[in-house]
């Protein structure tokens, strides 16, 4: 569900969904519950200040923030920045830095929806080996490709555990930022072949990995693989702040050994922007 588009409204919307009290959202504001109060009946309006001290307490996303600003009257502050701008080529160098130094194991950088921006070649070789070669500039959005019947279900062994471990993600995500884009995407995750059945069942319990590996198998090759995701530190600009870095690593030597086969002069991808 999408936040109101009066302020007032908005600010009522959010901090329900946050879970705060008037005074709680004061607290973290500087302010007094009275002012909350005045602002959520639209008997004060708020100034710029408190307007980026209430996204800061309800821990907006830059997106929302500049939305929260816009309903109160004022302009936005945070920028949205196309990658590929001169003013961010210090994140590409750092991007491509990262994404080279997981070589031979697959990276990619994606944005907020989990659409592709950025592959290295190993992720290019396990997804070529796996489903085939793809097209350079291709759209791939890699949640579709991990939960759709299709694409990489049938070659992932535990694929029911990981999509509901990433589905609640996706969950989380909708929750946090209100965004009508990732509420559509997670329906449209929930809208796949047997996707609702397996996120209501329990996960498994008992003795087992500290993390949740994804198990690939095509033929007799097994590529037992567990993620890591980073993002960026500190981002001012809404289009850093939406960017993931996934990281794959092997779980065993084999794996190891099959992605330092793999290594060779295969490109690394770059989505068509």
């Known amino acids: 569900m999408e936040p109101p588009s009066k302020f007032s409204s908005r600010l009522v919307w959010w901090r329900r969904k946050r879970g705060l009290s008037q005074l709680e959202l004061a607290l973290a504001a500087a302010c007094s519950q009275r002012h909350v109060s005045f602002l959520e009946l639209g008997r004060t309006r708020p100034s710029r200040d408190m307007v980026l001290r209430l996204s800061a307490a309800l821990d907006l996303p830059l997106r929302q923030s500049n939305a929260l600003l816009l309903a109160a009257g004022f302009a936005p502050v945070w920028t949205e920045t196309d990658l590929a701008a001169p003013t961010l080529a210090p994140v590409r160098e750092a991007l491509d830095?990262?994404?080279?130094?997981?070589?031979?194991?697959?990276?990619?950088?994606?944005?907020?929806?989990?659409?592709?921006?950025?592959?290295?070649?190993?992720?290019?070789?396990?997804?070529?080996?796996?489903?085939?070669?793809?097209?350079?500039?291709?759209?791939?959005?890699?949640?579709?490709?991990?939960?759709?019947?299709?694409?990489?279900?049938?070659?992932?062994?535990?694929?029911?555990?990981?999509?509901?471990?990433?589905?609640?993600?996706?969950?989380?995500?909708?929750?946090?930022?209100?965004?009508?884009?990732?509420?559509?995407?997670?329906?449209?995750?929930?809208?796949?072949?047997?996707?609702?059945?397996?996120?209501?069942?329990?996960?498994?319990?008992?003795?087992?990995?500290?993390?949740?590996?994804?198990?690939?198998?095509?033929?007799?090759?097994?590529?037992?693989?567990?993620?890591?995701?980073?993002?960026?530190?500190?981002?001012?600009?809404?289009?850093?702040q939406e960017l993931r870095i996934e990281s794959f690593f092997p779980v065993d030597e084999e794996t190891r050994a099959i992605f330092r086969k793999w290594a060779g002069p295969k490109k690394a991808l770059r989505a068509r922007r």
Do not use: C
């Open 97 to 240: 830095y990262m994404l080279a130094q997981q070589e031979p194991y697959p990276a990619v950088v994606v944005d907020r929806h989990w659409n592709l921006m950025q592959a290295n070649k190993g992720a290019v070789a396990m997804v070529e080996f796996l489903v085939g070669p793809v097209e350079p500039g291709a759209a791939i959005n890699l949640a579709d490709a991990l939960v759709a019947p299709d694409v990489l279900r049938p070659y992932l062994e535990n694929w029911a555990d990981v999509v509901r471990y990433f589905v609640r993600s996706v969950e989380a995500d909708a929750a946090a930022d209100g965004r009508p884009e990732t509420a559509a995407l997670l329906e449209r995750l929930l809208s796949y072949r047997d996707v609702r059945t397996t996120i209501s069942q329990a996960p498994p319990v008992g003795a087992g990995a500290p993390i949740l590996p994804m198990h690939f198998q095509k033929g007799r090759t097994r590529l037992p693989l567990f993620t890591t995701i980073a993002t960026l530190g500190t981002p001012q600009d809404i289009t850093l």
